[in-house]
Protein backbone atom coordinates (compact mmCIF):
# COMPACT_ATOMS: atom_id res chain seq x y z
CA UNK A 1 0.00 0.00 0.00
CA UNK A 2 0.88 3.67 -0.58
CA UNK A 3 2.91 4.97 2.56
CA UNK A 4 1.70 8.11 4.09
CA UNK A 5 4.73 10.03 3.65
CA UNK A 6 4.41 9.37 -0.74
CA UNK A 7 0.51 10.02 0.06
CA UNK A 8 1.50 13.25 1.58
CA UNK A 9 3.77 14.38 -0.74
CA UNK A 10 2.09 14.04 -3.84
CA UNK A 11 -1.57 15.07 -1.92
CA UNK A 12 -3.45 12.25 -2.56
CA UNK A 13 -5.65 10.07 -0.56
CA UNK A 14 -3.91 6.86 0.85
CA UNK A 15 -8.06 4.96 0.61
CA UNK A 16 -8.12 2.79 -2.43
CA UNK A 17 -5.55 4.50 -3.94
CA UNK A 18 -4.32 1.39 -5.47
CA UNK A 19 -1.21 -0.93 -4.91
CA UNK A 20 2.25 1.12 -4.82
CA UNK A 21 5.28 -0.32 -6.97
CA UNK A 22 8.44 0.84 -5.06
CA UNK A 23 11.27 -1.53 -7.21
CA UNK A 24 9.68 -2.54 -10.52
CA UNK A 25 10.56 -5.90 -11.20
CA UNK A 26 10.02 -8.53 -13.72
CA UNK A 27 6.11 -8.64 -14.98
CA UNK A 28 5.97 -5.27 -13.75
CA UNK A 29 8.75 -3.65 -14.59
CA UNK A 30 6.52 -1.04 -17.31
CA UNK A 31 8.40 0.53 -20.62
CA UNK A 32 7.51 3.80 -19.56
CA UNK A 33 11.06 5.02 -18.62
CA UNK A 34 9.99 5.00 -14.52
CA UNK A 35 11.10 2.05 -12.17
CA UNK A 36 9.05 3.02 -9.52
CA UNK A 37 6.44 5.47 -8.85
CA UNK A 38 3.47 3.57 -10.20
CA UNK A 39 0.14 2.80 -8.55
CA UNK A 40 -1.47 -0.72 -9.65
CA UNK A 41 -5.01 0.09 -10.52
CA UNK A 42 -6.01 -3.14 -11.83
CA UNK A 43 -4.67 -6.70 -12.92
CA UNK A 44 -6.74 -8.75 -15.27
CA UNK A 45 -9.47 -6.61 -14.98
CA UNK A 46 -10.10 -6.80 -11.28
CA UNK A 47 -9.46 -3.95 -9.36
CA UNK A 48 -6.99 -3.82 -7.26
CA UNK A 49 -7.77 -0.80 -4.02
CA UNK A 50 -4.90 -2.16 -1.87
CA UNK A 51 -2.23 -5.14 -1.45
CA UNK A 52 -4.33 -7.61 0.59
CA UNK A 53 -6.95 -7.53 -2.64
CA UNK A 54 -3.57 -7.49 -5.24
CA UNK A 55 -2.42 -10.79 -3.88
CA UNK A 56 -5.98 -11.95 -4.04
CA UNK A 57 -6.07 -11.47 -7.44
CA UNK A 58 -2.77 -12.57 -8.19
CA UNK A 59 -2.93 -15.77 -6.40
CA UNK A 60 -5.64 -16.60 -8.98
CA UNK A 61 -3.75 -15.98 -12.30
CA UNK A 62 -1.74 -19.03 -13.79
CA UNK A 63 1.85 -19.27 -14.56
CA UNK A 64 2.72 -17.65 -18.35
CA UNK A 65 -0.97 -16.23 -18.76
CA UNK A 66 -0.93 -12.89 -20.46
CA UNK A 67 -2.88 -10.07 -18.47
CA UNK A 68 -3.63 -6.39 -18.79
CA UNK A 69 -2.84 -4.13 -16.03
CA UNK A 70 -3.49 -0.77 -15.66
CA UNK A 71 -1.95 1.90 -13.72
CA UNK A 72 -0.90 5.27 -13.29
CA UNK A 73 2.11 7.25 -11.99
CA UNK A 74 2.22 9.32 -8.98
CA UNK A 75 3.15 12.11 -11.01
CA UNK A 76 0.56 11.80 -13.00
CA UNK A 77 -2.92 10.63 -11.48
CA UNK A 78 -4.62 12.23 -14.86
CA UNK A 79 -3.41 9.26 -17.01
CA UNK A 80 -4.46 6.05 -17.05
CA UNK A 81 -1.60 3.33 -18.40
CA UNK A 82 -2.69 0.06 -19.54
CA UNK A 83 0.15 -2.64 -20.48
CA UNK A 84 -0.51 -6.52 -21.37
CA UNK A 85 2.13 -8.68 -19.77
CA UNK A 86 2.95 -12.16 -19.17
CA UNK A 87 2.70 -13.09 -15.31
CA UNK A 88 6.25 -15.04 -14.67
CA UNK A 89 5.26 -17.13 -11.62
CA UNK A 90 7.37 -20.20 -12.54
CA UNK A 91 10.69 -19.09 -10.44
CA UNK A 92 8.57 -18.28 -7.40
CA UNK A 93 5.11 -20.10 -7.25
CA UNK A 94 4.15 -19.02 -3.82
CA UNK A 95 3.84 -15.34 -3.40
CA UNK A 96 5.81 -14.08 -0.15
CA UNK A 97 4.78 -11.01 1.83
CA UNK A 98 7.24 -9.19 4.00
CA UNK A 99 6.25 -7.61 7.15
CA UNK A 100 8.26 -4.91 9.83
Request: glycine share 4%.
Amino acid sequence: DLSYQQARLYAISLKDAGVYVCEAAGSFRFADGYASGWLIQEVDNQPTPNLDAFIEVMRRIPDRKRVVIMYKHLRDLHTVNTSITAIDRHWHAKIRVATR
